[in-house]
């Protein structure tokens, strides 16, 4: 195959041939359970670390293990002519945790059932991983002048706490003219989509304690506090639990409001409140107004409870008031906020209204503006219509990739993104999958932005 040669039956032709590989690679990843956030499987995480290495090596290419504080980085490269533009790939192999009662197959074993491949991590992130990593197999086949270098990270999901110390301290071995990210997710199946804005996050906890002990609530009960009440309370003063509207002053000061363009991009992304129910199994929503549901998903800031701690929570009732409790929750930052001043604003509210109460910070992650001119995006354009014969909408990601900014701010290049998820893929999800579709589009895609930026 040559440059000349890669068009897209070619390319069809390609990933037909190396299909069984992308199923064997993606089954070996998927069968290590890299779950970044259980300290039980570090070793599982350094075995999925070395297996990325050796697959880069069998491949032809260069790979190395790029430790850090925490969970080690993987740098794979093909060529190193100083002469030739770089381009670097960005994805993460830690996943989530699987103990999900709803999964129907066993989650660290891959299965195949036709075109869809099931197990966590297929789709988030390893499967995007792999179709960017034999679109550059089919580029190098085809003698592309681009060195291409892929930086897999296995700590994304716990909030890339060592990666950018990681960066800093390897810098001399990450420079590099752009960087495209395969993680994110389209809106619906046929419509490519790309964001151009990530929302951050700030997490928190709210904790207080009232006695030393469970008290009888018929010896207590009207006289002693009764912290989850409380903690109720504080909640409900922070956040309409039927809107979703933030109540705090000054909350959307900063908020960044998405533009006419922006929302008539929106608007012909293909979004309908209808797939976006199903593909997520929402039983209700606060809204049925398309634009209204996309503008609260990603262009506006939500503050969430993700759990309360607290009280008796076995069979049946026991009478007693809790000494103790605890909420859990986190923002969705938009465009021009920042994590230190919303925390700010959050331990502000607490300590003036409710003194008792504790605000514990926990990781953040800063929400990024992405690009949405130049070359570069114009090849991941060429490249989403050229692979999957459509042409991508620019709209925003809802969840965060802490990475992205961090790579923007110390290797001091710009991030784009060419994700190849489905919402019906399941991010994050019991039954996670992914789809011989998305991957040898993504393959072909992939191949054609590669040799697009190699004349930029």
Known sequence: MDAQALTRDALTAFAQANRQAFEAELRTLVEIPSVSNDPERAGDIRRCAEAAVDLFRR???????LETTGNPLVLGRFGEDPALPTVTVYNHLDVQPANEPEWTTAPFQMEIDGDTYKGRGTTDDKGPALAAFFGCLAARAAGVP?????LWELEEEIGSPSFQGGLEKHRDLLGTDAIVVSDTVWITRGKPSTPAGLRGLKGFRLTLETAGHDLHSGVVGGAARNPLTELMSVVAAMVDGHTGKVKIPHFYRKVAKPSRKELKEWARSGFTVETFRKDHEIHSLRTDHPLKVMKRIWGKPTMEVHGVVGGYTG??????????????????????????????LI???????????????EHGLAPFKGHVTGPYAEAVKDAYAFAFGAPCCFTREGGSIGAVKTMEDVLGCEVYFLGLSLPSHGYHAP?????????????????????TVSGI
């Open 59 to 65: 491949n032809g290419g260069e790979a190395v293990i």
């Open 146 to 150: 681009l060195n291409i270098r892929f």
């Open 347 to 361: 331990r502000n509210f607490v300590a003036t209204h409710f003194p008792d109460v504790v605000v514990h910070e």
């Open 431 to 451: 039954n996670e999958n992914f789809d011989w579709e998305q991957a040898s589009g993504g393959i072909a895609a992939f191949a054609r932005y590669f040799q």
């Open 315 to 344: 069979p049946g009732i026991k009478s007693a008031v809790p000494p103790r409790a605890e909420v859990k929750m986190s923002c969705r930052l938009v465009p021009d906020m920042d994590e230190a001043s919303t925390f700010e």
